[in-house]
């Protein structure tokens, strides 16, 4: 089996046949894959203290559970995609 180094090793294809039979017969480099893995910044992040209503905490807990989230996490994307809406 050939192992692809570089993203410019793979072709483009014509139909899903083709391509099925060059990955039969091909595979990619585990350092070319981590190569491509996206990473978030590493930046420092701050700490802060929000105080919520604890039935509001409890359901925001609930839903982020539900979704399989650290609802800290969940509470974060909501943040980020709420200042995306708000600069547009």
Do not use: C, G
Not at 56 to 84: D, F, H, T
Request: charged share 30%.
């Amino acid at each position: 089996m050939k192992t692809i180094e570089s993203w410019d090793e793979i072709p483009k294809f014509k139909h899903q046949k083709e391509e099925a039979a060059f990955w039969n017969a091909h595979q990619l480099d585990p350092r070319l894959m981590n190569a491509s893995v996206h990473r978030p910044d590493n930046r420092e992040s701050t700490t802060i203290t929000l105080r919520f209503d604890p039935r509001m905490l409890a359901r925001i807990k609930r839903i982020a559970r539900s979704r399989y989230l650290n609802y800290q996490s969940m509470i974060k994307q909501w943040l980020s995609e709420r200042l995306e809406n708000e600069q547009h």
